[in-house]
């Protein structure tokens, strides 16, 4: 079973950082899994932030590409999400996830979803 857990987040004003956690549990038998952060605002769906693949290439939305960093430490199945010069529209609920396979900036491919870890960034 796949589980995730995040953690992190907080209230922060314009131009500050922020980092997440998501303590993952993959399972074993996938060879070539892919790790995710996914966000939610009030009323809007759920949009891709950023993923890492099993080999270490990432993939960012173009409205965070410069200003957060996707990594993960492996020995302690942990992903994180290092955020600069936060900006009011990245106000959401944070969530990871978790692809047996496919390292995509969609929620189709996505599963295994946490309870979310809310952010606020006011101006």
């Known amino acids: 079973q796949v589980q995730t857990m995040e953690s992190g987040g907080g209230s922060v004003q314009a131009g500050g950082s922020l980092r997440l956690s998501c303590v993952a549990s993959?399972?074993?038998?996938?060879?070539?899994?892919?790790l995710g952060w996914f966000r939610q605002a009030p009323g809007k769906e759920r949009e891709g932030v950023a993923t890492i693949d099993y080999a270490g290439a990432t993939k960012y939305a173009d409205s965070v590409k410069g200003r957060f960093t996707i990594y993960e430490d492996k020995a302690k199945n942990t992903l994180y999400l290092q955020m600069n010069d936060l900006k009011p529209e990245d106000t959401a609920m944070y969530y990871c996830?978790?692809?047996?396979?496919?390292?995509?900036?969609?929620?189709?491919?996505?599963?295994?979803w946490g309870q979310g870890t809310q952010v606020t960034v006011s101006s």
């Open positions: 993959v399972d074993t038998r996938w060879n070539t899994p892919c």
């Open positions: 996830g978790v692809s047996p396979k496919w390292c995509l900036l969609s929620t189709t491919v996505f599963g295994s």
